[in-house]
Nanobody
Framework: QVQVVESGGGLVQAGGSLRLSCAAS????????MGWFRQAPGKEREFVAV????????SYADSVKGRFTISRDNAKNTVYLQMNSLKPEDTAVYYC???????????????WGQGTQVTVSS
């Protein structure tokens, strides 16, 4: 079993920055990958970014490329999402997830955090 807990959300004005953290605990497997998803009101949960624990390889949704950066600290069992140049359309509940496959759909992940709210105002 793996538990993940997000933190770092809040209210920020357009153009500002936030850094989200995802702390993982429990059994950790080298093959697991960590992903960030977000869900805005009235929208389906969408992929944001993913990182491999073992290799550090990353992938991003087109909507956040150049603005968001996913990273990990293996010693701390923590994954980060640095969000810069935030836009109102980035407003959503952000979720951290762990899975054996990774990928860009929520069905490829096995363990989910509770979510953290990010609100971007103009």
């Amino acid at each position: 079993q793996v538990q993940v807990v997000e933190s770092g959300g809040g209210l920020v004005q357009a153009g500002g920055s936030l850094r989200l953290s995802c702390a993982a605990s429990g059994r950790t497997f080298s093959s697991y990958v960590m992903g960030w998803f977000r869900q805005a009101p009235g929208k389906e949960r969408e992929f944001v970014a993913v990182i491999s624990w073992s290799s550090g390889r990353t992938s991003y949704a087109d909507s956040v490329k150049g603005r968001f950066t996913i990273s990990r600290d293996n010693a701390k069992n923590t994954v980060y999402l640095q969000m810069n140049s935030l836009k109102p359309e980035d407003t959503a509940v952000y979720y951290c997830a762990a899975g054996l496959r990774g990928g860009t759909t929520r069905y490829e992940y096995d363990y989910w955090g509770q979510g953290t709210q990010v609100t971007v105002s103009s």
